[in-house]
């Protein structure tokens, strides 16, 4: 229940008395503009990710002042722009109380708030043993910050050992220009740089340095936590770096542009029917860089343009399966943003000179060459100018038998007068609907076929309505594919007794007149 305004008013000022005593936080003119550029990659679905666009714009020297803007907020959706400078470590950062808050000691806690850019500013931001844990939280930017030394074990610890992790719930973050380092693997104490758990998506990784730890970072907590997708981790340099670069476990993830240097004991680790899409990376003196290792649960990866310089490759195992030495693409992966892709060979040059915190926000321009680019909006943007990539989706119907007819269906809650099987009665007059935007679709069988391909027909008049989606083995859970948009669409040929169309986000009432399966 929130509090009355003058109660909230109260808070806000016993706020700023605690903050005058704890660190700076010092109220700037309203910003117009939230950080330097515009969100990324799948970043820039769903809505697109503006952070504080907009919102008053505060100066925090402190960890306590930090979590005291967020407290003094009129609501935890009112947006702000905390600009940080200085060291932020356990000695100043409390926690802080507030209607519009719920923060704790010893950790940056976005905890069930939305519309907040954290930047560094001045002399620079550094989070020292000290992470930052979004969580329940949308709208998030995180940008030009150093994240170093988080422990999970031993003195002192925070944040489970993660520099940055996101976890429950969480929608639209973007971690820009970044330098997140540990000094050790998890025997030190150390856990993850970047993660990503219990339903997270939307999240876009762009020119960040994540150095000298065990793991980099993973997505997905276990090979049945498979809520966590549409992931894009562009010009990143990677470097000395055990494992994890990184983790995926179910889920779609698009991974470009980036540089892997000593990468000692695997890379891009794709599992548990997870896909990857892998373009004009460079990996350099490194390990088994890319496929499904420590498991037997397989996962995908579409490759295209990457540069493999001193790279070994271990021998295929029951619980190893390097991509190596002869990489292939595995599956397709449609990407629904447009983006740029500087060439392989040049990714190490431009990702050096870019990537980090405290190098000028500078990114490439597609060419290889870095520029500096204009202030953000504040307002959702378009996706960027680019050739945009081809979709998973095609026009083209599939050939064969429609194994739908027939068969079972079932899925999520259903609009009123609507129905799952009509979804495979053959009958376009007719169609289910999820009760709100989003929901599953699934058709079934008695016994496992094999399926191949299918083909989402919309209802007419809907035409367009349904944005992304996830097809999933409704026997595992695993996702076979992603993409937006409805119409023909290949997923790897599996064998199943159910397969679940997830519509992620769409515009108006998404109507869904059949739900074809093919097994060519």
Known sequence: MRRPVALRLSAALATTALVATTGVLVAMPSASAAATGSATGYASQNGGTTGGAGGQTVRATTGTAIHAALCGRASASTPIVIEVEGTINHANTDKVSGASCNTAAGVIELKQISNVTIVGVGSGAVFDQLGIHIRQSSNIIIQNVTVRN???????????????????????????HASLEASGGESAGFDGLFDMKDNTQYVTLSYSTLRNSGRGGLIGSSETELSNSFITFHHNLYENIDSRAPLLRGGTAHIYNNYYVKLN?????????????????????????????????????????????????????????????????????????????????????????????????QVSNGTCTPQTPSPSPTTPSSTPTATPTTPTSTPTRPGGTNLSIGAGADGSDKAAGTSYGNVKDGNLST???????????????????????????????????????????????????????????????????????????????????????YAG
């Open 150 to 176: 988080v422990k999970k074990s031993g003195s002192p610890t925070s944040n489970g050992g993660d520099a940055i992790g996101m976890e429950t719930d969480v929608r639209n973050v973007w971690v820009d």
């Open 265 to 361: 004991e695997s890379g891009i680790n794709s599992r548990a029917g997870a896909h990857a899409r892998v373009d004009n990376n460079y990996f350099k003196d490194s390990k088994d860089v890319l496929g499904t290792f420590y498991t037997s649960a397989a996962g995908y990866w579409q490759v295209a343009g990457n540069i493999f310089d001193n790279v070994t490759w271990s021998s295929p195992g029951t619980d190893t399966n390097p991509a190596g030495p002869d990489v292939k693409s595995t599956t397709t992966v449609g990407i629904p943003y447009s983006f740029s892709l500087d060439p392989a060979s040049c990714v190490p040059d431009v990702v050096t000179r870019t990537a980090g915190a405290g190098k000028g926000l």
């Open 431 to 517: 169609f289910w609907s999820p009760a709100g935007s989003t929901g599953s679709v699934s058709v079934k069988w008695s016994s496992a076929i094999a399926v191949a391909s299918i083909n989402i027909r919309e209802a007419a008049g809907s035409a367009g309505s349904i944005g992304s989606w996830r097809v999933l083995n409704g026997d595992t859970g695993a996702v076979l594919t992603s993409g937006s948009g409805a119409g023909a669409i290949a997923v790897p040929r599996t064998s199943l007794s159910k397969i679940t169309f997830e519509i992620t986000s769409s515009t108006g009432t998404p109507k869904v007149a059949e739900f074809e399966t």
